[in-house]
């Protein structure tokens, strides 16, 4: 390994250094200015750093931890890394300069947590944006690699040890009950099914006094790579209503973009400017008490739902994520970058 992959300059951005985290692994970065440790970097800084105000045009210095756990050898490396869930240890030399970054081994670390939380799915649409494949299969189960789209999901919460599914249907809900009734791992899965399309929130109806606590709530066609207990804790560590899982999207636009000011003054110019938005990924942490105040068999987007209870003076919340911990699989282009990243072909 090549520490100096792990090393950035402190003059970058917050955006410029998530890029780098999202091409790492394990996901962290340390800022180095002539061979001096200035400070260390992950997405949780980043994300604690977002949170409390900061900006992705910032210098990324200002949301890094500096002062992290460093170690004069290899030897005191390896016991820091196993006294506690480190994932990097900086080596410095007598000069206070790093001289390699210890990485250890994945094996070393413990399994996800047990979270033991339902999951509701909601697997009722038509999925147009997958159209033509879903004219024939309903959308969760269009495969992507081995499996289809809704067991790739699943098996992530499992991950997890949330293994209680309630599933919402509509759209060729026959076809996909069949296929787990026929599936030789069996799952846990209780299922609602809409007499007509009640849009990504309404069918949440059905569920009213069959869920008496935290729940995760997903779309069929999203896939998280981030770590579910961290996701949960901020939630409750809030007491949010509601956590929605957002993903930073960086957009470049191709031409240079300029801000008029009076009489078409010139107010400034930038040269390709690369936008970040909060885009919303379909994901949710939701309190139980959010399902009295849904109307019975009312279509309705979620997303109305969380800004009916903002508006109620309930607490909503964002969980921000980077972009490419997030896929998209309702679009077609998508599955096949799914399909590369979970099989690696």
Not at 138 to 145: A, E, N, Q
Not at 275 to 301: A, C
Request: net charge neutral.
């Amino acid at each position: 390994m090549n520490y100096m992959e792990y090393c950035i300059s402190p003059d970058l951005t917050v955006r410029e250094a998530m890029k780098k985290i999202d091409r790492v692994t394990p996901k962290i970065v340390f800022l180095i200015h002539k061979n001096k440790l200035i400070a260390s970097l992950t997405d949780g800084d980043i994300r604690r750093f977002l949170l409390a105000g900061g900006k992705l045009t910032d210098p990324a210095v200002k949301a890094g931890n500096k002062k992290p756990l460093c170690a004069k050898d290899e030897t005191e490396a390896v016991r820091f890394y196993h006294q506690r869930n480190y994932v990097a240890i900086p080596l410095l030399n007598a000069r206070e300069e790093l001289v390699d970054i210890y990485i250890g081994e994945a094996s070393h670390h413990e399994k996800p947590a047990s979270l033991k939380v339902p999951v509701v799915i909601n697997a009722g649409g038509k999925g147009t944006r997958l159209e033509p494949y879903t004219k024939i299969l309903p959308k969760p189960l269009i495969p992507v690699g081995e499996l289809p789209i809704i067991e790739h999901i699943m098996q992530r919460f499992q991950e997890y040890g949330c293994d209680l599914f309630h599933i919402i249907v509509n759209y060729k809900k026959e076809i996909i009950k069949a296929y787990f009734a026929d599936n030789d791992q069996k799952y846990n899965i209780a299922w609602y099914e809409e007499e007509k399309p009640l849009g990504t929130g309404g069918g949440l109806c059905y569920l009213k006094g069959k869920i008496d606590r935290t729940f995760f709530f997903t779309n069929c066609d999203n896939l998280l790579f981030i770590n579910y207990e961290s996701m949960l804790q901020f939630h409750r560590e809030n007491n949010n209503a509601i956590t929605m899982v957002c993903a930073y999207k960086n957009i470049r636009i191709p031409y240079g973009v300029i801000e008029m000011g009076v009489n078409g003054s010139i107010e400034a110019m930038k040269e390709k400017p690369e936008l970040s938005f909060l885009t919303n990924t379909g994901i949710y942490i939701v309190e139980p008490h959010v399902l009295e105040e849904i109307e019975d068999d009312v279509s309705v987007g979620f997303p109305d739902i969380v800004e009916k209870e903002r508006k109620k003076g309930k607490k909503v919340a964002i969980y921000p994520i980077s972009g490419n911990d997030w896929m998209d699989m309702g679009q077609l282009p998508e599955l096949e970058k799914m399909r590369k990243r979970l099989y690696g072909e």
